[in-house]
């Protein structure tokens, strides 16, 4: 088995490719080890010393480390671990436990925007961010502000704010007139 790393903007993160389906739909996050249970993955993963996070995607595993670890040291024990999960031929997530990225509209006459900013969500955002070894999830959209939560790569990327703001809100605003701003949620 080939396991391909790749860097992403968030330098305390690397996205591992196992060159099959992690996921295949969804996702999963798990910011501490008390959160890794529905992944018998995420749960050995947590177990290298210096991992922090743990994010699933549709065919790649993101792992965020400690500042005080280098990569050099821990991307062999991180490559070991996935390799064995695969090889093992364990499951990845406990039944029934991926996010599909999206809230429910918290009011119903904006049904119809939310329709919209899922859609371009799915379809012009959520891509792009996977190459970097992320997600960004919808959360609300209340008097023209939506909410997003960024999980993977993204969480706590010294870019993030930028991609938010230049990106992400620039994009929706010009797409749908009722949008006029984009803000995080943690």
């Not at 993101?62 to 821990?74: C, F, G, N, S």
């Not at 695969?86 to 809230?103: K, M, Q, S, W, Y």
């Amino acid at each position: 088995m080939f396991i391909q790393t790749e860097e992403t903007p968030n330098p305390a993160t690397l996205k591992f490719l196992p060159g099959r389906d992690v996921l295949g739909r969804g996702t999963a996050d798990f910011a501490s080890p008390e959160t890794a249970g529905p992944s018998p993955l995420a749960a050995r993963l947590f177990e290298v010393e210096g991992v922090t996070r743990v994010f699933l995607g549709a065919d790649f595993v993101t792992v965020t480390k400690t500042e005080d670890k280098d990569w050099y040291a821990l991307k062999p024990s991180v490559l070991g671990v996935i390799m064995e999960h695969f090889t093992a031929g364990r499951p990845v997530l406990l039944e029934g436990t991926a996010d599909d990225g999206h809230a429910e509209a918290a009011n119903a006459e904006d049904e119809e925007v939310v329709a919209q900013i899922k859609e371009l969500l799915d379809i012009r955002v959520r891509p792009a961010v996977a190459q970097d070894g992320g997600d960004i999830t919808f959360h609300g959209f209340d008097k023209g502000v939506v909410y997003l939560h960024m999980k993977g790569a993204c969480a706590g990327c010294p870019s993030s704010t930028a991609t938010l703001k230049a990106g992400i809100e620039n994009l929706l605003r010009h797409y749908i007139p009722e949008v006029v701003e984009v803000r995080q949620v943690r």
